[in-house]
């Protein structure tokens, strides 16, 4: 009885997460101006009222979530991702994930507490990992079309167009994700706000070195004055030649990064695979007792870790 209980109610959390997603991609326009009010520090009344297909659970969980600072940096991390969710869908994401690998692992390991366990914890990191992998891509897109962008505004520039049309010209010439970030931008410049402030939103967007270095150079123009086009040409062969050097130096140690990643996973894996398919011969090791148990966990997670850390400290150059 109580396993029905559990498929049934994960089928209709399945439902809810579809109609909400469903209902997300038909309001686009209604989250790029939350997004908006979020990162300008505006009142956030007015975007909820002009969202009418909120429902009022989630209207009360983004209210209540938002407002604290983790709330805040699941919306930045999930802006910086481009992910359509507001943070309340986010968290019911996980509820899911957390239920269906849960129920799912509960099922393969024997019905065993344990299974379920390891596959709740699964399914609690895996929106996190995609939202990461996610924000990783795209910040490497971002940077490779840098010095793209970086020549389109300088011949803009020259010839005669003023910053923000230079940027408007971006926002429709490049592809995204340059694009829709160039394009957020001048939509708040056009409202009004200055554009000191708005390159310094697209900035906690995309957290690029780079492009920090792009932005304080537009500022320091704006305010000492100078050939903008000029500076911003050095700039352009700058990245440019930092963009080639990273992409050397990457591919020279993908090798180490690759061999560091599989070995350290690899212990774990198989212990999931040794878990699922004989759970006795895996807990023959808690016949020494919870002490020794604990050392050899400990001495095993310490050698994987520092094993870990040492080649991706290898492998780790900066440029």
Not at 31 to 41: A, G, I, N, P, T
Not at 100 to 109: E, Q, R, T
Not at 142 to 167: C, E, H, I, K, P
Request: hydrophobic share 45%; aromatic share 8%; proline share 3%.
């Amino acid at each position: 009885m109580i396993t029905w209980v559990i498929i049934i109610g994960g089928i209709i959390l399945i439902i809810l997460l579809i109609v909400g997603v469903f209902v997300s991609s038909n309001s686009e326009r209604a989250l790029v101006e939350q997004r908006l009010s979020k990162y300008l520090d505006d009142d956030k009344k007015g975007s909820d009222e002009r969202d009418p297909q909120r429902s009022m659970l989630t209207d009360w969980v983004s209210r209540r979530v938002e407002k604290t600072s983790f709330g805040d940096r699941v919306a930045r991390d999930l802006a910086r991702a481009d992910i359509k969710f507001k943070v309340a869908e986010y968290f019911v994401l996980i509820a899911v994930t957390i239920l269906l690998g849960g129920l799912l692992a509960w099922f393969i390991g024997n019905r065993h507490p344990i299974s379920a366990l390891i596959g709740a914890i699964a399914g609690a990191f895996a929106p996190r990992f995609y939202v990461k992998r996610q924000q990783a891509q795209r910040l490497q897109k971002f940077n490779d079309q840098l010095s793209d962008m970086l020549n389109l505004m300088v011949n803009g520039l020259r010839a005669g167009y003023s910053t923000m049309q230079a940027m408007e010209a971006i926002s429709k010439e490049l592809p995204s994700p340059i694009n829709d970030e160039f394009r957020r931008v001048v939509q708040e410049m056009q409202i009004g706000i200055p554009m000191e402030t708005a390159l310094e939103n697209l900035l906690r967007r995309i957290p690029s070195p780079d492009l920090d270095f792009v932005v304080t150079a537009i500022n320091v123009q704006r305010e000492v004055g100078g050939n903008l086009s000029e500076i911003l040409d050095n700039i352009s062969f700058t990245i440019r030649e930092r963009v080639r050097i990273k992409g050397e130096v990457r591919v020279l140690t993908s090798q180490v990064r690759t061999s560091g990643s599989v070995l350290s996973l690899i212990p774990f894996f198989l212990t999931l695979v040794l878990w699922f398919l004989n759970p006795e011969y895996l807990m023959s090791v808690t016949q020494g007792g919870p002490l020794c148990t604990a050392g050899i966990i400990c001495v095993v997670l310490g050698l994987i870790g520092s094993s870990y850390f040492i080649m991706m400290r290898i492998a780790d150059i900066e440029v």
